[in-house]
T-cell receptor, first 108, second 114 residues
Framework: TQLLEQSPQFLSIQEGENLTVYCNSS?????LQWYRQEPGEGPVLLVT?????EVKKLKRLTFQFGDARKDSSLHITAAQPGDTGLYLC????????FGQGTTLQVKP | NAGVTQTPKFRVLKTGQSMTLLCAQD?????MYWYRQDPGMGLRLIHY???????AKGEVPDGYNVSRLKKQNFLLGLESAAPSQTSVYFC?????????????FGPGTRLLVL
């Protein structure tokens, strides 16, 4: 059983569409991170959210930490082909635990 | 400043062969990690180290050994490779910052065990 459940596991959309990726858990976390992994490379940290209800924006990406600090979402506005990749949420439980990832494909 | 580097990038092994994966970081990080990544399973921690000369087991340590003789290097060994160890292996490093720790990853090593 995954401590962090991501949905959907795979998403294929057209350039310009909006999308939301979810990261859910039954556990409470003091912080949650989102990483992006491009094909053939290692994950790179996008953001860390630490406060319940917190919203952070990174250009067209909006990250939200749930009020109860059990879940998080990543919303991308007007997706571009450069957004293609694997999106991973992660949280600390002694060590960093990762969700299984959401593979995003943005077609031109 | 190369960050985290891994060698080799790709390797094919036969069942029963041994090999060592090398990870090097030039950021003076205390912590280093080895993960494996398999389809649909995210990243799973194999072993980690919180400082030179210390190592500890992660979530999936069986079949692997590690050593951290120098602060900048973390080696992952497979003593007798099995097909179940076919995976992409990532090394990461970080400063100890509790729950806001940022891990910096290498580009990965693709291993195929026949």
């Amino acid at each position: 059983t995954q401590l962090l459940e991501q949905s959907p596991q795979f998403l294929s959309i057209q350039e310009g569409e909006n999308l939301t990726v979810y990261c859910n858990s039954s556990s409470v976390f003091s912080s949650l991170q989102w990483y992006r992994q491009e094909p053939g490379e290692g994950p790179v940290l996008l953001v860390t959210v630490v406060t319940g209800g917190e919203v952070k924006k990174l250009k067209r990406l909006t990250f939200q930490f749930g009020d109860a600090r059990k879940d998080s979402s990543l919303h991308i506005t007007a997706a571009q082909p450069g957004d293609t990749g694997l999106y991973l949420c992660a949280a600390h439980r002694g060590k960093l635990i990762f969700g299984q990832g959401t593979t995003l494909q943005v077609k031109p | 400043n190369a960050g985290v580097t891994q060698t080799p990038k790709f390797r094919v092994l036969k069942t029963g062969q041994s090999m060592t994966l090398l990870c090097a970081q030039d950021m003076n990080h205390e912590y280093m990690y080895w993960y494996r990544q398999d389809p649909g399973m995210g990243l799973r921690l194999i072993h980690y180290s919180v400082g030179e000369g210390t190592t500890a087991k992660g979530e999936v340590p069986d079949g692997y050994n590690v050593s951290r003789l120098k602060k900048q290097n973390f080696l992952l060994g497979l003593e007798s490779a099995a097909p179940s160890q076919t995976s992409v292996y990532f090394c990461a490093s970080s400063y100890p910052r509790g729950t806001q720790e940022t891990q910096y990853f290498g580009p990965g090593t693709r291993l195929l065990v026949l």
